[in-house]
């Protein structure tokens, strides 16, 4: 009768030390942090074959999702009418070129006033640091594609900082002005299809 008791004791001090484990590991809940408008923002740079432009597009709004302290996913959402021409020192050349850019030959920004992106896969890198391989979907002009990119993410108290570089083909979102894939004799006017956006997200 003692040995069965006693065995009866060893199982039950078992099954609640590997509940108190399990609940240990399992309780940490995913955080959703927002993105502080004012303190983020992309830095966008077109190319063409002489030369290049670059300037500043806002975020609207976002969400970054956090598991201990690490980087599990979110969303945001680029105001495109916030588009800024920032390496033109003249002011009506620079009107134009933005008006250009707003025009249907670029983003359509009068139909599509903002562009989306979602996070579909996180790959934390165990060698560096912060660092992650990023899998998002990007939604440009109504159109959705899978773009992967390098990102680097830590975690400030209660918030965040998060910086990536992300260079996306603007012809797979219809973005094909000035394209010497589908426009001859362009010459040295062609525009490079890369536009490269190095994105700066913050929280409180």
Excluded at 19 to 27: D, E, I, L, P
Excluded at 75 to 92: P, Q
Aim: net charge positive.
């Amino acid at each position: 009768m003692k040995k069965q008791f006693l065995f009866a004791t060893i199982i039950l001090s078992l099954i609640t030390n590997f509940s108190s484990t399990v609940f240990a590991k399992g309780s940490a809940e995913v955080k959703a942090v927002a993105v502080n408008t004012e303190k983020s923002g992309i830095e966008w740079i077109g190319k063409k074959v002489l030369g290049q432009h670059n300037g500043k597009v806002k975020i609207q709004s976002g969400t970054l999702n956090t598991k201990s302290d690490v980087l599990t996913g979110g969303a945001f959402v680029i105001d495109m009418k916030s588009i800024t021409c920032d390496d033109i020192t003249d002011a009506d050349y620079s009107k134009k070129l933005v008006g250009h850019l707003n025009s249907t030959d670029f983003f359509n920004v009068s139909e599509f006033p903002t562009a989306n992106v979602k996070i579909t896969k996180v790959l934390k890198l165990t060698n560096k640091p912060n660092t992650y391989n990023l899998t998002a979907d990007l939604t440009i002009k109504g159109i959705t594609k899978s773009i992967t990119f390098p990102a680097t993410f830590k975690a400030t108290g209660n918030g965040f900082e998060g910086n990536a570089k992300i260079t996306i083909d603007r012809t797979l979102w219809d973005i094909k002005y000035g394209s010497s894939n589908f426009f001859e004799g362009l010459g040295d006017k062609a525009i490079k299809n890369e536009i490269e956006l190095n994105v700066n997200l913050a929280s409180n």
